[in-house]
């Protein structure tokens, strides 16, 4: 079974350039998770999405979004990028009624702001 | 507050055991995990425990919970160079966020 892929692997822009970022969950799984690991500051939530719908979001400005689409499929998007949205993006899965609350993580895309 | 804090840096020889520790804030916490971060990949659920747990092995690993104190800890016994990698101890809280809270990571090194 494949695990949570995320596309693309490295990313390199200058400030003020937009980033997308993208992720498959694990097939069957309806929630997907977006994390910031920069350096120095352990992950940080970003965004929650569930069955298309923005659940929660994170201490983050509006110039992060994303979305969900129908194959649970997600998007994130930063704008107007900053030197220190530089970070490894990390994305996971999981099945919201699983009483585990266990997390499956891809291996993240890593933003470079130039 | 939501802090989950770990001390930064354990450094280990090979074949004793390494100890993990981790303080979190939430007593309505539900699963405590412990996640491993190896160089250039994501995150691997090593294990985890309910909050009505004091005590779960796994192989060579043991986790222990002080619900009292709100210290969660890993032992990794007979640490092999092979577990050099960062860990990350997490909450889950019964506030329907979706958000696991995570710690800022022990970077474990083991020396041959």
């Known amino acids: 079974e494949a695990g949570v892929t995320q596309s693309p692997t490295h990313l390199i822009k200058t400030r003020g350039q937009q980033a997308t970022l993208r992720c498959s969950p694990i097939s069957g799984h309806t929630s997907v998770y977006w994390y910031q690991q920069a350096l120095g500051l352990g992950l940080q939530f970003l965004l929650w999405y569930d069955e298309g719908e923005e659940r929660n979001r994170g201490n983050f400005p509006p110039r992060f979004s994303g979305r969900q689409f129908p194959n649970y499929s997600s998007e994130l998007n930063v704008n107007a990028l900053e030197l220190e949205d530089s970070a490894l993006y990390l994305c996971a899965s999981s099945l919201l009624q699983e009483n585990t609350g266990e997390l499956f993580f891809g291996e993240g895309s890593r933003l470079t702001v130039l | 507050g939501e802090d989950v804090e770990q001390s930064l840096f354990l450094s280990v020889r090979e074949g004793d055991s390494s100890v993990i520790n981790c303080t979190y804030t939430?007593?309505?916490?539900?699963?405590l995990y412990w996640y491993k971060q190896e160089p250039g990949a994501g995150l691997q659920l090593l294990t985890y425990i309910f909050s009505n747990m004091d005590m779960k092995q796994d192989q060579r690993l043991t986790v222990l919970l002080n619900k009292k104190d709100k210290h969660l800890s890993l032992r990794i016994a007979d640490t092999q160079t092979g577990d050099s990698a960062i860990y990350f101890c997490?909450?889950?809280?019964?506030?329907?966020?979706?958000?696991?809270?995570f710690g800022q990571g022990t970077t474990l090194q083991v020396k041959p």
């Open positions: 997490a909450e889950s809280r019964l506030d329907n966020t979706g958000k696991l809270i």
């Open positions: 939430d007593s309505s916490s539900t699963y």
